[in-house]
């Protein structure tokens, strides 16, 4: 039983993680139809970038903190300078992958010539307490993880819903020409939306950081598994994101765990699974809209 | 006094040159439309207009150069556009469609305004939270222009309000822009190929043909008019 | 063979093909060598380049299928004692089997999931390899010399220097008086051509263009008659199973396949190097096949690390500056050359976005 418990909890570890970098790929796909095929890897960029910070003699949190914003900027500026050269959201979504597959690749190798290839230790966000449930002693870290997921969400439901920013990212997406019309700046909401969603990816490379160690490559598994999640749970939809990445983490860890066929090699192999059996009953996902599930 | 003065426009898709040199003014207070068939230009004028689509030529509004603006920008110079097939956002709901209208303008005439629109098209405050692709066609366009009203505008321009609706349904829409048009003021450039009704409501109009205007005159005079009545009219 | 071929492209062809004969004669094992493995990237770009540049599909996962090609040709080889040419048989059809696997799904869903699905067979190849270690060999990799992350110089070095092979080796036949890599040079440049001219004409043809079809406009291509799932089903096993010659290839050429051949790093090159000649056209991925291979070359050791940050980089502003790669720039040259000729001048307002991936101009032959 400790050991389920255990086991329960490390998949929802892993899987909020997963549900924050697949929050962020939701939203900008939500927002203008394209996926960021770098958004992990602007993650772990931000992360490298905190990590030196703390380095040199900054607090964690402050250092985290100032991975988010990094994260903004970034995000927005990747919007602003190459996607917009693309023809914004009527780029043809083939060239956005291969930009952003081009800037997955310059920000991996950059990051090992700046930083160099060890895994470097990174100090849990919520330090290295335990606590009791079931029996099983599950780490302070996972509670706050999950502690922070809840946050995430409502706090994404509040900006868009409540919003006068909201609004508008949402007009943008229902209705692009409507919204210039309006008055809306498409291209700087647009801006925003992708640098909130790096921000929020930025969370992900935090967590993973601290969850196992900071090195370069660290984001590319969970940029897959965000993908998936974001897949199962429907790519326009955040609850969906959020859902998917639970349910995709909770699943790997008890089929790995308890399925002996499936060993630690072939991880990827039950989330992949699941998606691939969900998406030919679904198309578009748990909760996502019959737009996206295209025949 | 003339609020929007038109001259020499030109403007295409590419290598397809639509417009080839379109002239019109619009004197504040007017209703005025411009009548055409389908291909003639009438989208491609207001979407030129707008800033959609690039142009060439001079599009002067209350004595300010259009032509180079991004649609964004009109708002701000007190243009709003009904776009062809109403351009609603069906994802939002009735009163967020409003609230997007609005955006430009500050939070406590928002909901002013939107009050005076419940009241001028009383099927919107039925349905205040609905979501928008929902609604019928009708609906949409009574939404599509209590929406573009939102930001107080002094030039409303409307594609083809008529578009998909019943005819009893596209009268009533018309009605209601003669209705805003007369308390509010709101100057109206209306491009339509429904002759009939648009001509009943409006102060003056132009025919539209392959880009170019062939025929101009007060509402009655076009009415009147042998080319236009055997070829918009039906007679 | 090609739309207009003029007596002057007929001569280019020509002195191409007499120069390509020579090479092996004129150069060392270790060029030959290195010209093998630029034949092998170019087929399986070509590959890459039909779902892509001419189908609009994508995948980021034909690094897979050109390793299964690999491991399919090295295990059946080495193992079974099965013959190459019939090893490479198998291969393609193995290929041609697992693509239509992956593309299937894809259908039902929009174009996009197609990159994640093939991005997560990419990743999960190596995984599925070391998975399967009995028959693969695991992470020390099946072949000659088991060996353990090299890098591709290194053996390629080795092959020219080592003066002894096994039975299970690629060797030329006696009677050609060739040397190994010779040999295996003309059987490549002789497959090369082969698949070149097949899908040159693939593209071409009816079918060709219905596919082009797809790719620009999926709904009017359906409404015009086109079997819009078949086709792509289809063309994704195709693309694949020319990957798996490419893949074929690589174990002739290096005698040795081991998971780390095979990553998403190799799928991401195949991609560089059909985006960066060309997408949309045959030759491009041959242009870019020298390029990638020759840029690792002109990179000194110490700044191998670069080597992704600049392939990102020219991903980057090929995508933004010259969307049809090498080729397409040349396009546009020739267009515009031709245009002025003609003496006509367009005074049109500004076009929309280019399309990175649009048909190319009617008369093109390349």
């Given at each position: 039983m400790q050991l389920f418990i255990q086991r329960v909890f490390d998949g929802l570890q892993a899987g909020a993680i997963y549900a924050i970098l697949a929050l962020a790929i939701v939203i900008i796909f939500r927002a203008s139809?394209?996926?960021?095929?770098?958004q992990g890897e602007i993650a772990m960029f931000t992360t490298f970038v905190a990590w030196n910070l703390f380095d040199a003699g900054l607090p964690w949190w402050l250092t985290s903190v100032a991975s988010l914003l990094i994260g903004f900027v970034v995000g927005a500026v990747l919007y602003r300078l190459l996607i917009v050269r693309l023809g914004?959201?009527?780029?043809n979504p083939l060239a956005v992958v291969m930009v952003t597959i081009g800037l997955f690749l310059m920000l991996n190798d950059g990051a090992g010539v700046i930083w160099g290839t060890d895994a470097k230790p990174v100090p849990r966000v919520f330090g290295s307490g335990r606590i009791e449930i079931f029996g099983a002693g599950i780490a302070v870290q996972v509670i706050g993880l999950l502690a922070v997921l809840a946050i995430l969400v409502v706090g994404f439901n509040l900006v868009f819903q409540k919003t006068k920013l909201g609004l508008a990212l949402r007009a943008v997406t229902s209705n692009q020409e409507s919204a210039a019309l309006a008055g809306i700046k498409v291209t700087t909401t647009l801006m925003i939306g992708w640098g909130l969603a790096a921000a929020i990816g930025s969370l992900a490379g935090t967590f993973t950081a601290s969850s196992v160690a900071l090195d370069k490559n660290m984001m590319q598994v969970v940029l897959i598994y965000a993908f998936a999640a974001a897949t199962l749970g429907g790519f326009d939809s955040p609850i969906g994101a959020v859902v998917g990445g639970l349910i995709i983490g909770l699943v790997s860890e008890l089929v790995v765990g308890y399925v002996d066929i499936v060993g630690p090699d072939l991880r990827l192999l039950p989330g992949f699974v699941l998606v691939l059996v969900v998406l030919l009953v679904r198309p578009q996902g748990l909760f996502g809209t019959a737009k996206v599930g295209r025949a | 006094m003339t609020l929007l003065a038109v001259q020499h426009l030109v403007a295409g898709y590419g290598p397809v040159q639509v417009l080839d040199g379109l002239d019109l003014s619009v004197e504040a207070g007017e209703i005025v439309v411009v009548l055409g068939a389908n291909g003639a230009g009438k989208t491609t004028t207001l979407r030129a207009l707008s800033g959609m689509i690039p142009a060439k030529g001079s599009v002067v509004l209350n004595g300010k150069e259009v032509i180079g603006r991004k649609p964004e920008d009109l708002v701000g110079m007190g243009v709003a556009h009904v776009p062809q097939g109403r351009g609603t956002f069906p994802d939002l709901t009735v009163a967020e469609n409003l609230r997007v209208g609005g955006f430009t303008r500050p939070a406590a005439e928002v909901a002013e305004d939107m009050e005076r629109w419940f009241d001028v098209f009383p099927r919107l405050r039925e349905r205040i939270d609905q979501a928008a692709g929902s609604m019928s066609g009708g609906e949409q366009q009574m939404l599509a222009i209590a929406r573009a009203l939102m930001s107080r505008p002094a030039l409303l321009l409307l594609d083809e309000p008529s578009l998909g609706l019943a005819p009893l349904v596209t009268r009533d829409v018309f009605e209601r822009i003669a209705a805003v048009n007369a308390e509010l003021g709101t100057t109206v450039l209306v491009v339509e190929q429904n002759a009939n009704l648009a001509l009943d409501i409006a102060t003056r109009g132009y025919v539209l043909e392959t880009g170019r205007i062939i025929a101009e005159g007060s509402a009655d005079e076009l009415r009147n008019d042998d080319v236009v009545r055997r070829a918009y009219l039906g007679v | 063979m090609t739309r207009r071929m003029t007596p002057l492209r007929a001569l280019a062809w020509v002195i191409a093909l007499v120069v390509a004969i020579a090479l092996p004669q004129l150069l060392g094992a270790s060029d030959v060598n290195r010209l093998g493995e630029v034949m092998y990237i170019a087929v399986a770009a070509l590959g890459l380049a039909l779902l892509t540049g001419f189908n609009g599909q994508i995948s980021l996962g034909h690094g897979a299928f050109l390793g299964m090609g690999a491991y399919i040709t090295m295990i059946l080889t080495v193992?079974?004692?099965?013959?190459y040419a019939l090893a490479g048989v198998i291969a393609i059809v193995f290929a041609f089997v697992v693509g239509l696997i992956v593309g299937l799904p894809a259908l039902?869903?929009?174009?996009?999931y197609l990159a994640l699905v093939t991005l997560a067979l990419a990743t999960l190849f190596p995984q599925i390899v070391v998975r399967l270690g009995d028959i693969t060999g695991a992470t020390v990799g099946r072949g000659l010399l088991p060996r353990e992350g090299y890098g591709e110089w290194d053996l390629l070095e080795e092959i020219g220097r080592r003066n002894y092979l096994f039975e299970a080796g690629f060797r030329a036949p006696e009677w050609t008086g060739l040397a190994d890599d010779q040999w295996r040079y003309y059987v490549f440049l002789a497959i090369a051509i082969v698949v070149f001219v097949l899908v040159h004409n693939l593209v071409h043809s009816r079918v060709g263009r219905a596919l082009v079809a797809i790719r620009d406009n999926e709904t009017a291509a359906e409404v015009a008659g086109v079997p819009v799932s078949t086709y792509k089903v289809v063309t994704f096993g195709i693309s694949a199973s020319i990957a798996a010659i490419g893949g074929w290839m690589f174990a002739v050429l290096n005698n040795q396949v081991s998971p780390t051949s095979f990553t998403i790093a190799l799928s991401i090159t195949l991609l560089v190097a059909a985006v960066l000649g060309g997408a949309n056209s045959i030759i491009g991925p041959v242009l870019g096949a020298f390029v990638i291979v020759y840029l690792r070359e002109a990179v000194p050791a110490e700044s191998q690390r670069f080597t992704q940050v600049v392939f990102g980089l020219v991903l980057i502003l090929v995508m933004l500056v010259a969307p049809g790669g090498i080729i397409g720039v040349y396009r546009n040259v020739a267009a515009r050359i031709a245009r002025s000729r003609a003496g006509r001048r367009s005074d049109s307002p500004p076009l929309p976005p280019p399309d990175p991936l649009a048909e190319p101009a009617a008369g093109s032959t390349v």
């Open positions: 139809g394209m996926l960021n095929f770098a914004g959201t009527h780029a | - | 193992d079974y004692n099965v013959s039902r869903i929009t174009g996009i």
